[in-house]
């Protein structure tokens, strides 16, 4: 008897009517973002932007952009359209298919902000910052600053744009992070550089004050940065706010020969992997400075397990103000052990995470900015920052089970976002459908039980 086998060849295709979407994940995170309340945050301070009934609400507008930057299929606002004529899509964001934004609806509602509009964004990030604070109670809050280059060479009519010291021409926004979050931003062109204006004193000194009044009036705070902030009214506006800090700075012909006249057991060393510095720690005053500062000058002895020759050992300087005579016995053991210069050196050293939530935030978004006009551009990047502060929060509190925290946006979207799922009403119940395969794999029962006991933002 001869074995019959099953036909699984394809024969034809046909349309259906069935409500269905390839980005069934997406239904997780609004579930998510509406349990924390961030919609009526965004109204209470965006809700005026509508002018009219026949608009589409700021809350139905702010979701389908959060949406968009996460789904990642496409960067550009035409891509709308598209979206507008998907019900599977639609549906999955918790949104009615006639209040699905056309790209022209989206373009009217991010030109109507106004540049100081767009500044509430930052009180946004600054409230989220908050939030995720009283949630991880750290001892000590480590918070990084540096500037993010958004390379638009191809696009230098946008007003702007500007050259950047990576020798294109772009924005340079200025950006704290703390951990994997965009914590505050302040959106400029491409000519601003690291220590522009008072820019850097003015963030800091808010941030500042405002973690000390809704998070720990005691709170201990840690700033790092690069020799481009490394500027004297800078150390004593930190000082002034009782603040630690480690920054680089520039190596002088000074500070060489102090180097040089230090006995060669005057130095330590520092290892971590395959990893190894050389440290010297010594105070010096540069010359346009009124006091002594603490300098650890550092330098690599061996790069991925090799042995580095003396001439080929890049020099770094780092200035901080953690010292053993300004770090208190009441202060964090977190704090006290910095005083030790290798763990300063580990410290600075580590602000490459920093640099990690850069290329991240440029994976969950982009760079390329559509609009001539400044507002508008401004308006969109800081709608970045929030959408992928949320997505952070979202990993953190929900997809933890699943994803590592780690995981860029690419990657989240491809195992979790990009899921085939059925939406189904009946008897007045909408019902979304996954297959049973990835239903045990992500775990979403949990998942979806975990959105609805997400801890909100407190308004």
Known sequence: MKNVSRKTGIDKIEETDDNITGRGGLAFFVRYLTNIGIFSLLIGHFGDLRKSRKGLPVEDLFRQIFCWFLDGTS????????????????????????KMASSHAIKRFLRSFGIFKTWIFRKILKKMFIWRLRIANPAVIYIDIDTMVMNNDDAAGREGVGPTYKNTAGFQPLQLTWGRFVIDAVFRGGKCHSNHGKTVIKIITELVNLVRKEYREDAVIVLTGDSGFSDQKNFEAFEKLGICYAFGGRITKDIGKVVTSLAENAFGEFEKGKQRWRFADFGFIYGTWNMFRRLIFCQPVYKDGQMLLPFDRAETVIITNIRSDTVGDDMPEELTRLTDPANIVALYHSRGAAELVFRSLKDFGFEQMPFRKFPPNAALYYMMPVAFFLFEAFKEDILAPVIPLESYAGTVRRKFIDIAAKIVSHAGRITLKLTSAVFRRLKLRKIWEACHRAVPLIC
């Open 75 to 98: 960067r550009h606002i035409s891509w709308f359209d598209e979206l507008a004529k998907d019900a599977g899509y639609a549906g999955t964001i918790e949104q009615s298919p006639d």
